[in-house]
């Protein structure tokens, strides 16, 4: 396919995620995908969950063009065309969604990219709507598995913005734009899912107050 890009990593994790988003999406509504790279996790998704409606997404225009070049193949008709969307320039071009989907996209950013995501998210999202992120995370200040280690090594080398974020500093990022940590699944390959949920005002004073 012209202009299709492939990445290895999709044909390894695309089933396991599936298998979380399905017990955490709504059943139908709008899922948004922020920086959806090549495109193939969104027609992995959308094909796997065809009640709902995909929007993928990504600031790269050879990124977009790849994504269109999957939607295209793919035939599928609850995939959206891509929007360019940078997650640190608020506000995003879509006003609101049912759900958001990041995968391995906070190490390979800087840190803004993780706040801007967190207020988009918090923006964009209903009460009770989920924000979805996989990919490798520090707990307590340490790696999870030496290979993380050298991953987030490499990723600083490439980049001094990029590296493995602290699960406790992600959290306070979301927690500032009304976004609670709700659940942690261990994935494979040392990687994460991480489950947030939007609360209300008052859910979220009660729920800082009681930490």
């Known amino acids: ?3 299709a890009l492939f990445s290895p990593a999709v044909a390894r994790n695309a089933a396991a995620i599936v298998e979380i988003l399905g017990r955490v999406v709504p059943p139908r509504g709008l899922v948004l995908e922020i920086a959806s790279g090549s495109g193939e996790h969104a ?3 959308a094909r796997a969950m065809p009640a709902l409606d995909w929007q993928p997404s ?5 990124a977009r063009r790849s994504i269109v070049a999957h939607t295209r193949a793919s035939g599928l008709s609850n995939l959206r065309a891509p929007l360019a969307i940078d997650a640190t320039r608020q506000p995003w071009p879509v006003a609101k969604v049912d759900a958001i989907v990041a995968i391995n996209m906070i190490h390979i950013a800087a840190w803004d990219a993780t706040t801007g995501l967190m207020a ?5 999202l209903p009460v009770g709507g989920i924000l979805y992120l996989y990919g490798p995370f520090r707990e307590d200040g340490a790696h999870t598995a030496p290979s993380n280690a050298a991953f987030d090594d490499g990723l600083r080398t ?3 913005s990029w590296g493995v974020r602290d699960i406790e500093a992600v959290a306070d990022a979301a927690d500032t734009h009304g976004l609670h940590l709700a659940q ?5 390959a040392n990687n994460l899912s991480l489950i947030f949920r939007k609360l209300d005002r008052l859910s979220s004073n009660v729920g800082g107050a009681s930490r």
Do not use: I, S
Not at 58 to 62: F, H, I, L, N, T
Not at 120 to 124: H, K, L
């Open 184 to 188: 942690r699944v261990a994935m494979p």
């Open 43 to 45: 027609v992995h998704f």
């Open 120 to 124: 988009g998210a918090g923006a964009t």
């Open 158 to 160: 490439r980049n001094a």
């Open 58 to 62: 990504d600031p790269d225009e050879v």
């Open 1 to 3: 396919m012209l202009d």
